[in-house]
């Protein structure tokens, strides 16, 4: 199991690397993570809910994915509420301090769903959440020490060194912890390193004096991560503007963003300029694009929208002629109106939209999750995606559908064709339809395939940690 001194140590990319590094020497290797807190979900194979980076580690595994290698999925939906998926379904909804309470009841379907994920491999790589020195949640834990103790479950340490502190983060991880919690830590590893490794030799010799810990390896930065597809809202503060490029696309960043790794295949576009808008700015008025991503939380991020003045942009964008594509929340941000008469979002049940497109969206109980095979209405060309949303949309607009979801219509267009709104995440993965989009605003050129980019990634990802992890460990590991 890798634990992290903190959140956004790289345990994600770690734990992929380690799949796909194991894969490749022939292992049944599965990913594992007891609880994950993200909106970027993914639909697994046996059609359920989990995060997007268990299905990112189960592709590195060269394994279908499951709801059982993510049994228990947080998806924010306020500043201290979240939805629980429990073993890829609804739960129910709760507040932390309620989901502190809800953790031992929950912890039956951690265990059962580690037994399956377990049954027919031969490694389980498990990842961590935060920090096992969070010791303020240590009772009733499902996430780090409390599922590693239960399961008896060998423990690395994963310090993100780029970030500063890494000593004092080991070193006081391993002074915080109980005797019992401490013992399962069997070694540590230093991430995202830049530059001569050797200058850290007395950093380890430090860490071996405090703890007695044995160091691992220390990983460079791995630049092969950078193609993987983003996990949470983290990685949002930290994505610099891309190179100026002949299409500037613009995505304002609201407080409940979802599955924005849709958008992912275009940041490697070299001749599109990807620009996140933060709180504060503008939307750029030489654009040529807009994108409204997903939401948790469509009334609330619709509210934040016009409260940042963007509804005002978008519009000022419509009238220069410029485009705009909705994906799922932001699909129904697009419309006339959004109900939700049974306060499933919160506690504001009705709200104007944007009026861009003739539609309305009413918001429902049942949750649609599901792969989906699909085409586009406009290009003509397949897709296939996935589908996570509440809500139905009707409305003249969806006379003309963006496009034909497992045999049926989805989405919508307005009438001039330059906006449009779909149910469909994944739109942009397809490199037929990225190309052609991509030809409708005048740049043409082949478009590398995006799935294979993301397969050579892992594949660079695990080469790197074979070079950089102590061989003793690794064999130790894979079982050389």
């Not at 998806?75 to 939805?83: L, V, W």
């Not at 009772?139 to 590693?148: K, L, S, T």
């Not at 409204?292 to 963007?310: N, V």
Request: hydrophobic fraction near 40%; glycine fraction near 12%; include cysteine.
């Amino acid at each position: 199991m890798l634990q992290g001194t903190g959140s956004d140590v790289g345990k994600t990319v770690l734990v992929a690397g380690l799949c796909r590094l194991a894969a490749n020497r022939g292992l049944k290797v599965r990913p594992f993570k007891p609880q994950n807190m993200s909106n970027n979900a993914a639909v697994s194979d046996d059609g359920g809910e989990i995060g997007r980076a268990q299905w990112l580690q189960s592709l590195a595994a060269r394994t279908p994915s499951s709801v059982h290698m993510n049994p228990v999925l947080l998806k924010p939906q306020s500043e201290n509420g979240s939805q629980i998926i429990v073993q890829g379904r609804v739960f129910g909804q709760a507040k932390g301090r309620d989901y502190q309470r809800l953790k031992p009841q929950l912890l039956s379907s951690v265990l059962e769903s580690f037994a399956r994920v377990s049954e027919d491999a031969d490694l389980v790589i498990v990842e961590g959440a935060g920090s096992p020195a969070e010791i303020n949640l240590r009772a009733g834990d499902i996430a780090n020490m409390g599922f590693a103790t239960r399961v008896n479950v060998p423990v690395v340490l994963v310090g993100d060194i780029d970030r500063g502190g890494v000593i004092a983060s080991l070193v006081g991880t391993h002074a915080i912890l109980t005797e019992e919690d401490r013992r399962m830590i069997s070694g540590y590893i230093i991430n995202k390193f830049r530059g001569d490794v050797s200058l850290f030799d007395d950093g380890i010799a430090s860490i071996r004096a405090f703890t007695g810990w044995p160091c691992f390896g220390v990983v460079p930065w791995l630049k092969a991560a950078g193609r993987l597809p983003a996990e949470d809202s983290v990685v949002l503060e930290r994505l610099a503007k891309g190179p100026a490029g002949a299409l500037k696309i613009a995505v304002p960043v609201l407080p409940r963003i979802a599955n924005f790794d849709d958008l992912d295949p275009l940041r490697t576009e070299p001749d599109i300029e990807l620009v996140f808008v933060r709180s504060g700015e503008r939307l750029p008025g030489d654009a040529g694009l807009i994108i409204l991503p997903g939401s948790k939380s469509t009334i609330s991020d619709l509210s934040d929208l016009r409260a940042q003045g963007w509804d005002r942009d978008l519009a000022a964008h419509v009238r220069r002629g410029g485009r705009v594509i909705g994906i799922c929340g932001g699909y129904q941000m697009l419309g006339q109106r959004v109900r939700d008469p049974l306060g499933i979002e919160g506690a504001v049940t009705d709200i104007e939209g944007l009026g861009l497109l003739d539609v309305d969206t009413e918001m429902a109980p049942e949750k649609t999750v599901r792969n989906s095979s699909a085409r586009s209405c406009q290009y003509e060309v397949p897709l296939s995606g996935y589908q996570i949303h509440l809500g139905i949309t009707r409305g003249t607009d969806c006379e003309r559908p963006a496009v034909i979801v497992d045999g049926l219509p989805d989405g919508a267009v307005s009438a001039d064709g330059r906006i449009m709104g779909t149910y469909l995440h994944g739109l942009f993965g397809s490199d037929a339809y990225r190309a052609r989009l991509l030809e409708s605003f005048g740049l043409s050129g082949e478009r590398a395939n995006y799935r294979q980019s993301v397969d050579q990634a892992l594949d660079e990802v695990a080469g790197e940690l074979e070079h950089a992890l102590d061989e003793r460990f690794l064999a130790g590991l894979l079982g050389d």
